[in-house]
Every structure is written in C-alpha cells, then in structure tokens.
C-alpha cells in the first residue's frame, strides 16, 4: 500500500497592501475566502468564520457592536457579503438570560432573528453562539482532516495536549448549539491565555483579534497537526494494510460504468439520482484496505461527514483478483434492499416524539475493492460534494486509526443530527426541483446549433447533458459557453463518430461513469447533401444512410441497453426532418435516410413502451441559424435548386411556410423539452413538426 505523499506547506496567502483599504466586514469576507479556497482547510460547506464589528446602529446613531457570522447553508470559500447574519451582541448576550437549558436548545433558535441587525435576512446559522461567546474580535471555525482526525480519535483529549500543549483546548462532544457556545465561553473565561480548541468528533476552533493574524494562526494551528501525523503515520501501513490490488485505471472505469446504471435504478425511487465515480489514490488505498469493512461500518464522525454521505456507506461485494461483474450486478439488489432496512432500524430504533419522518433510506456511498467508490445524490453537485466528504472522512480514518482508535459519534448522536429539526427545516426551504432535475440527457449533434439549444433547454430545466459530436473544436466552444453559464458539474462532452459501434458504446459508458446512466437521447447528428439522382454517387448515399439511419440505430441501441439496466423507463426524441415526409427534388439520399429515421423510431416505441422508454420525432424543416448543415455546400446546393441565391434562400423558406416564419433552433429544442419532459409523459411513437407550416409534411 503506498504512503501518503509528504504534507504540503499551507500558504499564507494573505496580502497585506490588498487588505489595507478593506473595512473589518470586507476582511472578513477576505479571510474567508482564502480558507475556503483550500479542501485541506475546510471541506465545502463546512465550518464557519466571524467578525465582531463597531456599527452604526441605524435607529439610534449610536455605535454597537455587531457579530458579523457565516450565515446558515453557506459555503466560505465562495460566500459574499450578503452571505453573512448580521446581529446585535447585547441582543445576543441577553439571550443566555432566557436559555433554560439542553431540553429547550432548539428554542434559542426562534430567538435568533430578534437580534438581526439592519433589517439583514441572512438566516443565522446554529454555530451563531459559539462565535458570539468567544471573547476576541476575529474567530474561525473549521473542519481540517488532520484536526478532525485528531477529534475522532478514542483519546482526543490527550492527543490535542500532545500536539498543542495549552495553547490549543480541548472540549468532549456536545451537538453544536447554545449549550456548546456557553461551553466554549466558559472555556475562554478559564483559559484566557488559549488560542483555540479542538471539539470532540467535530472541529477547530481559532481566534484572535486582527484578521490577518486569525488567518495565520488557523493555518499553523492546521500545519502543526498535519507536521505531526506525517511524522507519527511515516512507514506505517494504513488501514491494516492492503488486502486487495486495484484493478487498472480502464478496468475500473468499465467496472464503474456497468454497476453505475443498476445502482441509480434501485436508488432512484423517489426521485430520479446523479452519480459521482471517484478512483483516487486515497479512495483505492481505502477500498483495498484490510480495515476497511471495520472503519466503515463504525460510520463518520463530524457532523458536516455523515450529513452529506449517510452515517455509513453500503460495502460492495467485489472481488477484483477475480472479477465478476455479472456477480455482483446479480446481489446488488440484495445488497440495496438490506442495507434499507438496516437505515430503517436505526431510524425506528433512535427516533425521538416529533422527528421528522424517515427520509430516502438508500445509501450514498457505495465502495468497491479494487475499483473505487460511487456516490449519487439528487444532483452532480451534491453527488460529487457527498464523495469529496467521504474523501475527508477517509483522511480522518487513516490518521486516527494510525495513532489511536478511531470511532464514529454514537448512533443516538448521529440521528439527533441527522434529524434534528432545525435540519429539516432547512431541507423544507430548497427551492422546489426543476422540471428535469437528476435526469441526464446525451446529445448527438450537441456542438451544433438544435444540439446546443436543446442542450441548453434541459440544462435551463435541471439536467446533466453529455454532448455528443464529431467535431472536437466546436464541441469545446459549445461546452465552454454552457459551462460558463451552467457549471462545469454538469456539463460533458464525448468526441463521437455515431457510425463507429465502439466510439458510441464508449460515449455511453463514459455517460454512466460521469452521471450514473442516461435518461434522455436526442439523437441529432446529421448531414446532408444534394444532387440530382443521376448525379448521387453511391458515397454519398452511404454517408447519408451510415450517418442519418445507421447512427440513429446505433445511438438508440446503446441508449436503449443502459435504459433497461436502469429500469427506469427514459426517452428517446430523434430530430429527423420535414423530408422525412415530404419528398424534395434533388434530395433523394437525404430524404430517404430520414424516413428511415422516422420509421426506426416507430419500431422503438413499439419496444420501448412495455418499459416505460418513450420514443418521439421531431420534425424541423430550413433551421439555417448555427447550423452547420448549412454551413457547407447544402446551402449552395439547395439555393441552386430553388434558384436563389443564398442570402435569398432563408426568405424563400420563410414564405413558402404557411405561417411565414422562420424556424430557430430554440424552437426545435422546444420540442425536444417537451417530448423528454413529463410533461409528455403520455405519449410516445408520435411526430412533432416545427417547421412553421407545410401541407406536404402533414403526418394525417
């Protein structure tokens, strides 16, 4: 098993001179920004940073004092001003007045917004009397993997006066709230001459009163536990040492591509699931471990862990000396349904009068020896987010166990966070799902302009699309636009010949790697070519056939193959072409390999239907904006024959429709929403035409 890579110094990258200017709000703001900006630090999401701040009151025109904290759900890498609760202090230290003890913890809570300061509705976050109560100006709180694998070791205690001494307290486990803020008060008051304190299962917590040297001593405080696990853990085997071989790097991914797809299956019951793959080095070393049934099933221990990745994940059997996929696929099953019942036990088991009522009792996390591990969430973000935690709990894993015992939270803990009602309400509060949420789209065609648009569209509605082209340059340019606008979580691209049988086998299976399966193909690759019968070569109708009829073949067969691992039904939308219909002079090539399209896809909905696959058509007709049909010698070709020029050849299809209008590509994607949405839930084998109106194209 090999060791981990020698610590890597954290770089103070505090600028002075930038900071000069800045108001204590703004350096806040700064300071947290730069924590946030390295996982080695904080995990995303995770912990929290404040300001205590002299303000203007703006009913008084007096000076207060104002706690500038991380609001409730935000993140401190990317948060901005607004991201922060804005309250009182008297207001705040008034409130330990009316706090009647752990039983009524909850309740201090409702008591928060009183204390909001200038109308701010920035929500304040649970950890707001653990910043409130520390006697300085400046206090960070973080979730460092070298600190938390210090907290989660059997003797933390001892393990936090070795590495720190006195500078660095200590305080046992306590769920964050009103109770643990007057715990860390009276721990300041005791040791005034304290830094910080690790928490039990939990965190760190820094502070001073400048900024700038609050930021310098998080990051040494960070830097003297990861020096001293380095030393501690040096030629040391982790995990009990290795018990298993990672298969090769192409292995893994095929493995990864073929249970991904069955996993979503048996976990998207409530709602539609987005995979996340990861085969690091830190995730193989773990999944081959020796240890690694033993760890895992003691669960994580800090609360950000297990609130995003379940407090244990599901252990795959998977023997990669002998690899048999067909195995394993075959007790997945098995294997899903048991671990639902045992999520189900431990709910009934710790449930508490009022608790919110179970929630999704699949598992996040699944490992696989020799392979790697697998997430899904409701999203690719969450999904990716949910691995990255695990990653952390890994870390702590590996370090704890190295010098000490590691250990979950109880299990009474860890529901009482997990359903803690203040939980619950935040969950209430997410915005409602879009109409495509955790559905994930392939788009052949994607770099042109219907594949680009409808890519668009169902991003706009919540998806993850892979595009699909043959043209690696445009498909960049496509993606980076959709990117910019969408996030690079769920946006991917597959370069892709859809005549070439395994480039199309391996742009699915590089689907389900990167989302877990597919849901929605729009099978929009094209061509198109004109001549006079006497004058088609034989090249060109096999290009058109091999492009227009045999591609859609290919592209639908692959789609149709991870559909039905998936069991959950899926659709189909082929955008074929007003001359599937309606004959066209000089065309024959063109016309004859979209009618093939529309009667393949015809052959579809009768099989797809028994699985709940839906296949549609929709029938565009002289999209020439951002296409690249048009774009070459189509254009000449068909003004030719219709004896236009070119700038004359958009009109003469705009008033030869019978609406006189043009079609655009975001009409077509239109369409294409609409027959991947459930909003067409009830139809399949039918015809859409979006061509502004052509007798001749009329499918009755």
Not at 457 to 484: H, K, P
Request: hydrophobic fraction near 45%.
């Amino acid at each position: 098993m090999r060791q981990p890579a020698p610590p890597q110094h954290l770089e103070n990258k505090w600028d002075t001179a930038h900071a000069a200017g800045m108001s204590e709000p703004e350096k806040l703001l700064y300071r947290s920004n730069l924590l946030g900006s390295d996982k080695r630090i904080t995990n995303y999401g995770g912990g929290n940073t404040s300001a205590k701040v002299m303000e203007r009151d703006p009913l008084t025109g007096e000076m207060v004092e104002v706690l500038w904290v991380k609001g409730s759900g935000g993140d401190v890498g990317s948060i901005k001003m607004d991201g922060f609760s804005t309250l009182y202090m008297d207001k705040l230290r008034a409130l330990r007045g009316l706090y009647r003890g752990v039983a009524f913890e909850d309740e201090m809570v409702g008591y928060l917004p009183h204390c909001t300061f200038n109308l701010n509705p920035r929500a304040a976050s649970i950890d707001t009397p653990l910043h409130a109560y520390v006697p300085r100006k400046h206090v960070d709180h973080m979730h460092p993997d070298a600190i938390i694998a210090i907290a989660a070791a059997k003797d933390s205690k001892a393990l936090t006066q070795q590495i720190f001494g006195d500078r660095i307290g200590w305080l046992p486990w306590k769920r964050p709230g009103f109770e643990l803020g007057l715990w860390l008060s009276e721990f300041c008051e005791e040791n005034p001459q304290a830094e910080g304190v690790v928490l039990e299962s939990h965190g760190l917590f820094t502070w001073d009163d400048d900024a700038a040297d609050c930021y310098a001593l998080t990051l040494e405080v960070i830097q003297t536990a990861t020096d001293w696990f380095a030393v501690q853990t040096a030629n040391k085997a982790a995990f009990g040492g290795a018990k298993h071989t990672s298969l090769p790097s192409a292995e893994r991914s095929a493995i990864a591509a073929r249970l991904m797809p069955a996993i979503r299956g048996m976990v998207s019951g409530r709602q539609h699931m987005v995979g996340h793959f990861t085969d690091s080095a830190a995730v193989l070393d773990f999944v081959n471990a020796t240890d690694m049934q033993r760890l895992a099933a003691l669960g994580t221990s800090c609360p950000d862990h297990f609130l995003r990745t379940k407090i244990r994940p599901l252990m795959v059997d998977f023997d990669p000396a002998k690899p048999d996929v067909n195995a394993t696929l075959a007790g997945l099953a098995g294997a899903v349904a048991a671990y639902r019942a045992d999520y189900t036990a431990y709910y009934e088991r710790c449930k508490r009068e009022g608790s919110p009522a179970i929630r999704d009792p699949n598992a996040v996390v699944y490992l696989v020896p020799g392979v790697g591990m697998i997430t899904f969430a409701k999203d690719k973000a969450t999904a990716r987010i949910s691995g990255e935690f695990y990653v952390n709990a890994i870390n702590v894993m590996r370090g704890a166990d190295a010098v000490s015992l590691y250990q979950g939270l109880p299990e009474q803990e860890a529901f009482d966070i997990e359903y803690w009602l203040l939980e619950e309400a935040k969950l209430q509060r997410l915005p409602k799902p879009k109409s495509l949420a955790g559905r994930v789209a392939l788009v052949t065609g994607g770099a042109g302009g219907i594949g680009s648009a409808t890519a668009e569209r169902y991003l706009r509605e919540g998806a993850c699309v892979v595009l699909a082209d043959i043209d690696a340059a445009a498909l960049a340019e496509t993606s980076a636009n959709l990117t910019d606008r969408y996030s690079s979580d769920v946006v991917r691209t597959v370069v892709m010949d859809v005549t070439n049988e395994a480039a199309v086998a391996a742009a699915f299976a590089e689907a389900c790697v990167e989302f877990g399966g597919v849901d929605i193909l729009v099978s929009n690759a094209g061509i198109a070519s004109s001549a006079p019968v006497q004058d088609t070569s034989l090249e060109m109708w096999n290009t058109n056939v091999a492009i227009l009829s045999t591609g859609y073949f290919l592209v639908s067969r692959a789609a149709f193959k991870v559909m039905l691992s998936q069991n959950l039904g899926g659709a189909v939308v082929f955008v074929a072409s007003k001359n599937g219909l309606a004959a066209s002079p000089n065309a024959s090539a063109y016309c004859t390999a979209k009618a093939s399209e529309i009667h393949l896809a015809r052959c579809l909905a009768l099989e797809g239907a028994p699985h709940g696959i839906r296949v549609n058509v929709v029938n565009p007709d002289a999209v020439l904006k951002g296409s690249k049909i048009w774009s070459g010698d189509w254009l000449k070709e068909r003004a030719a024959t219709y004896g236009k020029d070119k700038e004359g050849l958009e009109a003469h299809y705009r008033e030869r429709s019978l609406l006189k209008r043009s079609v655009l590509p975001e009409d077509v994607a239109e369409a294409a929403y609409f027959l991947a949405a459930d909003l067409s839930a009830k139809s399949t084998g039918n015809i859409i035409n979006v061509d502004a109106g052509n007798v001749q194209a009329f499918t009755r």
